[in-house]
T-cell receptor, first 109, second 115 residues
Framework: GQNIDQPTEMTATEGAIVQINCTYQ??????LFWYQQHAGEAPTFLSY??LDGLEEKGRFSSFLSRSKGYSYLLLKELQMKDSASYLC??????????WGAGTKLIIKP | DGGITQSPKYLFRKEGQNVTLSCEQN?????MYWYRQDPGQGLRLIYY???????LKGDIAEGYSVSREKKESFPLTVTSAQKNPTAFYLC??????????????FGAGSRLTVL
């Protein structure tokens, strides 16, 4: 079956670094997406990885290892506005997205 | 501004009633999607459409219906056959299907509560 696993909740301190992990098992693979979703709002796109390695985009970076079925989202210099849920989604061989349940990130001052 | 408009934002329904959620886009995207979001679960695909006058069932289409009469609009009807309709409904658009980097743009969502 197809499955995406990510932690339910994480807590971090303002100004620190946090890594949110995601493991996936999908029928085929056409890329891994990360989205940010503030409570009650629409998810917004953060990153897309299809090749192994690290993609850096400002304070946010995303890593992919296809052989391990593993990705992480790295958030640096955390700000209070980063408090949100972070959704991991894998695109399968039919170009359909399989979504994880999301990781709720709580930032404390 | 280009974007997606979902309405209503909040909707209350009595059991046995059908309700229709609106989704309108001016991004000129070919593909449109309806997802359902429940606490503790990933987004689940209800229906999607890659072209006008055509749509396909997603993983949880039972109890829902859609139409795609024009490119800009993809309304979702939650019928009385849907046994557990209370949820947050998200409409999204994207460039057509077979592309890896098909980034979705989401509307603000509609929260349906069945009383």
């Amino acid at each position: 079956g197809q499955n995406i696993d990510q932690p339910t909740e994480m807590t971090a301190t303002e100004g620190a670094i946090v890594q949110i992990n995601c493991t996936y098992q999908t029928s085929g693979f056409n890329g891994l997406f990360w989205y940010q979703q503030h409570a009650g709002e629409a998810p917004t796109f953060l990153s897309y990885n299809v090749l192994d390695g690290l993609e850096e985009k400002g304070r946010f970076s995303s890593f992919l290892s296809r052989s391990k079925g593993y990705s992480y989202l790295l958030l640096k210099e955390l700000q209070m506005k980063d408090s949100a849920s972070y959704l991991c989604a894998s695109m399968d061989s039919n170009y359909q997205l399989i979504w994880g349940a999301g990781t709720k990130l709580i930032i404390k001052p | 501004d280009g974007g997606i408009t979902q309405s209503p934002k909040y909707l209350f329904r009595k059991e046995g009633q059908n309700v229709t959620l609106s989704c309108e886009q001016n991004l000129n995207h070919d593909a449109m999607y309806w997802y359902r979001q429940d606490p503790g679960q990933g987004l689940r695909l209800i229906y999607y459409s890659q072209i006008v006058n055509d749509f396909l069932k997603g993983d949880i289409a039972e109890g829902y219906s859609v139409s795609r009469e024009k490119k800009e609009s993809f309304p979702l009807t939650v019928t009385s056959a849907q046994k557990n309709p209370t949820a947050f409904y998200l409409c999204a658009t994207g460039t057509s299907g077979s592309s890896g980097a098909n980034v979705l743009t989401f509307g603000a969502g509609s929260r349906l509560t069945v009383l």
